[in-house]
């Protein structure tokens, strides 16, 4: 994944068309004429060996003819044509090209373009359209209006009919982006270029398939740390449930249900149609940010006010809520007399503007209320235009996120208007403006995941370690890699999950011995490492009350598992005191590990109808507790934990933290490929996993074992200290650290300032900052120096950080040292840890970029080993530490 050479792409200055052409209807007489009309202002250069000009451009012969070297080239050729002619435009010096047809051999296409670092966008891709640079390289039947919204799509088609249908919607773009094949730019290069791109303030993603995971995600999940990305998916219909095996996790991990858990996690939004596609980023950019998830409706009609009621109850994703006493109080003085308030808020037909703007007043400044959804129906009584007026001063005045619904056609265009001048989200009909407030919900949660960054030490997990390295390395050794029940649950009780004691016998009769000493009533469950699924064959019963029942249940066992499951090694029983636990509720937690994403936690309802009841949701791990808690909102079963009657509510905490304690239990050990723990009882005392199976396989490097997120590496935290002997923590930079980064730069002389960022920089902005706290730890690295201020909060004092190649050839290097600690060793000790840290990485080189002015960085770097040359660009010196160890 790179944005090398991406510039090229979306603001060329010289274009070759490689077969342009005047025959109608053609790719190569299409996209002349859409460069050409579109005003483009560089040179336009077309190659045709069979005409003089082309469209009344003078035209060349071949690519060698040329008179300079374009920056894009567009390829409508043939696809046998396309890899020399990739060859020829490299060594002319061309950075980028499209390449439309859709039949290339890509091996030949690749290997003909990597030698010369050219970028590839396609085949089959429609082109690039970047309206605000005048760019319409492709061959789409109609010219895109300038815009802030970037679509990127796989589907050419697609791309040109989105551009159809915001045409009469007066939609405009900063760029579309068909990617075609994506054989060598891929969506999450895009992604990582448009992330960056100041005309780009909202990302939409059309993703039919995702072929390179590992960069995909910390693409999208950079992105979204700087404007709303939002995505629809194709091809959901494909997906035929989750993988089959015999694990229930396996099995309820759908393919889709990943896709979204990992869309949350990204801290994106999905949406279902290109209409809410657009219609919830037009949503985000207008709305104000909403505090939390609670809906008040304020209608002039019951119907249509009940009716946003019903949808908000209908659907996850925000709630009616209840007002307070002291806000229905102050309603009450607003309403016209005979009005009962309450949600939703009724005003009545005949209602002048002002009672609205008094009305909203109130609910805006309600400490439980986050949203206001206004509805008007119009009639001839009151002037929608006016109340639409009062909304608009009342929400400038009192701030808050407030959505508009007039409903109608003919009447509400006045009203409309001044909402979309104003910036207010307003909404045609009471399903969108719902849909509307469900977008805000849905990206605030996914945000706020997006911000958690787990550690991999919630708890101590040493002496955990030390127990499940044995355990694992001998399901290894197993066939199947299936662990026996006594090491499933010692696995589970090292990281603290409760389990039930279980012995494992030979036989019936060890069986009734067992259960005459711990007690009756007992549970008997056939030990087979082939049974995943003891109840399916008949190996389980349950509430034995004596030694006789014990054995015949263990001869009837053994007969109806021989029946259905002749080739099941069965090697005896495994006998619980069956457990009274009284109020529990059965729930399902568990591990799987999906082909493109990797291994996912599921939870859900437990018991034996799990796999039809399918009240369960998909999280990636790692997990903290405001993860999991999250998690567990998101079931139906979440009801089901709260208090009925004399039923207490379930202990939630309990069930958070054996989701975080599974999640700690998979980062430790990814040799787990899969886990059940059903049922998994839950009431007020806290939690206990009755029944649990646990497969391992060998590691290896592919996507199904491999995390999507990359858990915080407390393990490269290390305490250190500077000349004057002041200890601090060197450690790498985490999302909370944003407040001390902008303390720190806010302590800097502009001096420093112009020698970090090569200009000049006083305040970094929010988006600024995030994107330097919250990194992805696989493709970038911060170490910061760290120490508690003389307000007991932790200061930073300055931070080292690199960004790597997807090769690991190279890293790029930036330093800042807070001024006033100059002379410390300060700056030492953190190149010397980002040194380290690479040569643990074998990394080939670190570099660095430095102003010639800037004596102490130079000086540092001759310390440290770094060899000294001249930059390509003036008074720039380039400073490279060979590292030898790439791959």
Same mark, same amino acid.
């Given at each position: ?93 061309? *950075?980028? =090209?499209? @390449? ?6 890509? !091996? /030949?296409? +690749?290997?003909? $373009? %990597? #030698?010369? &670092? ?29 815009? *802030?919204? =970037?679509? @990127? ?6 791309? !040109? /009919?989105? +551009?159809?249908? $915001? %045409? #009469?919607? &007066? ?47 910390? $693409? ?668």
């Amino acid at each position: 994944m790179s944005v090398l050479n991406l510039s090229s792409l979306f603001a060329p200055h010289s274009i070759a068309v490689i077969g342009a052409s005047e025959r109608p209807r053609s790719v190569g007489a299409t996209v002349m004429r859409n460069l050409l009309d579109g005003l483009f202002p560089g040179p336009i250069m077309p190659v045709n060996p069979k005409r003089q000009a082309v469209a009344g451009v003078l035209s060349y012969p071949d690519v060698a003819a040329l008179p300079l070297s374009p920056d894009l080239a567009v390829l409508c050729t043939p696809g046998a044509t396309v890899p020399a002619l990739l060859d020829a435009l490299g060594r002319k010096g061309t *950075r980028a =090209a499209i @390449v439309a047809a859709d039949e290339v051999d890509t !091996a /030949a296409m +690749l290997a003909a $373009a %990597r #030698p010369h &670092g050219l970028r590839l966008l396609g085949g089959a891709s429609l082109g690039v359209l970047v309206p605000r640079a005048r760019l319409n390289a492709s061959f789409a039947h109609l010219a895109a209006s300038p815009g *802030r919204v =970037a679509f @990127v799509s796989q589907s050419g088609p697609l791309c !040109a /009919a989105v +551009l159809d249908w $915001a %045409r #009469p919607r &007066g939609i405009g773009f900063s760029c579309i982006v068909s990617l075609g094949d994506g054989a060598e730019i891929d969506i999450a290069d895009v992604i990582d270029y448009l992330a960056n791109d100041e005309d780009t303030k909202a990302i939409l993603l059309h993703v039919e398939a995702i072929h390179a995971r590992r960069e995909f995600m910390p $693409a999208v999940r950079a992105a979204a740390r700087n404007k709303p990305v939002l995505m629809a998916r194709g091809g959901r219909s494909r997906d035929r449930g989750g993988t089959i095996g015999p694990f229930m996790a396996e099995a309820l991990a759908a393919p889709d249900e990943v896709f979204d858990a990992a869309v949350r996690r990204a801290g994106a939004l999905r949406v279902e149609t290109i209409d809410e596609l657009f219609g919830a980023v037009e949503t985000l950019a207008r709305s104000k940010q909403i505090r939390g998830e609670r809906l008040a409706v304020l209608s002039n009609g019951a119907s249509p006010a009940l009716m946003a009621i019903d949808e908000i109850d209908a659907t996850e994703g925000g709630e009616a809520t209840p007002l307070a006493p002291e806000t229905l109080a102050k309603l009450a003085g607003q309403l016209p007399r005979g009005c009962t308030p309450s949600n939703p808020v009724l005003l009545g037909a005949g209602v002048p503007a002002a009672t609205y703007a008094a009305a909203l007043k109130v609910l805006l400044e309600a400490m439980e209320v986050d949203g206001v959804l206004i509805i008007h129906s119009p009639n001839a009584l009151v002037d929608g235009t006016e109340v639409a007026r009062a909304v608009i001063e009342t929400q400038k005045r009192c701030h808050g996120a407030v959505l508009a619904c007039w409903i109608g056609g003919e009447t509400t265009g006045p009203a409309l208007r001044l909402f979309a001048d104003a910036g207010l989200p307003n909404y045609g009909s009471i399903g969108a403006a719902v849909r509307g407030f469900r977008h805000l919900v849905h990206y605030r949660r996914n945000q706020a995941m997006l911000m958690e960054t787990p550690p991999t030490d919630l708890i101590d997990t040493r002496p955990a370690r030390a127990i499940a390295r044995p355990i694992v390395l001998a399901g290894l050794a197993r066939p199947g890699g299936m662990l026996g029940d006594p090491e499933t649950r010692a696995l589970l009780a090292a990281y603290g999950i409760p389990t039930v004691e279980s012995i494992v016998v030979a036989s019936g009769e060890e069986a009734a011995a067992a259960a005459d000493r711990i007690g009756y009533p007992v549970a008997l469950t056939v030990s087979s490492p082939d049974l995943a699924r003891k109840w399916d064959v008949g190996g389980v019963a349950l509430n034995l009350e004596t030694a006789e029942a014990v054995r015949a249940a263990a001869d009837g066992i053994l007969q109806r598992v021989r029946q259905t499951a002749p080739e099941a090694r069965l090697e005896g029983f495994a006998v619980q005191r069956m457990v009274l636990r009284p109020h529990s509720r059965q729930l399902m937690l568990g591990i799987a590990c999906d082909p493109l994403f990797g291994p996912v936690i599921v939870f859900g309802e437990g018991g034996r109808a799990v796999e039809l009841v399918r009240d369960h949701t998909v999280t990636l791990p790692p997990l903290n507790l405001p993860l999991a808690r999250q998690v567990i909102a998101r079931t139906r079963i979440s009801r089901r934990l709260e208090a009925h009657g004399a039923r207490p509510e379930a202990d939630r905490d309990a069930i958070a933290e054996a989701m975080v304690r599974l999640s700690a239990m998979l980062v430790d050990n990814p040799e787990i490929v899969a886990c059940d723990i059903n049922p998994l009882f839950s009431n007020d005392q806290g939690v206990l996993a009755v029944d649990a199976r646990i497969r391992v396989a060998p590691p290896d490097d592919s996507d199904l074992r491999r995390l999507s997120i990359l858990p915080y590496p407390s393990a490269l935290e290390e305490t250190t200290t500077l000349h004057d002997g002041t200890p601090v923590l060197l450690r790498p930079i985490r999302p909370e650290d944003e407040t001390a980064h902008a303390e720190l730069v806010g302590r800097m002389s502009p001096q420093d300032l112009r020698y970090r960022f090569h200009g000049s920089t006083r305040k970094l902005e929010h988006h600024q900052l995030a994107r330097l706290t919250q990194i992805d730890y696989d493709r970038e690295m911060a170490f910061i120096a760290t120490r508690p201020g003389l307000d007991g909060r932790p200061e930073t004092l300055g931070v080292v950080r690199t960004s790597t190649d997807a090769d690991n050839r190279h890293a790029e290097l930036a330093i800042l040292v807070r001024s006033d600690l100059k002379g410390t060793g300060l700056g030492t000790t953190l190149m010397d840890k980002i040194v380290r840290h690479h040569r643990a990485r074998h990394t080939g080189t670190i570099g660095a970029q430095v102003l010639a002015e800037n004596e102490a960085m130079l000086r540092l770097a001759r310390r440290c080993g770094f060899a000294l040359r001249p930059g390509t660009d003036p008074g720039v010196v380039d400073c490279r530490l060979p590292l030898g160890d790439a791959p």
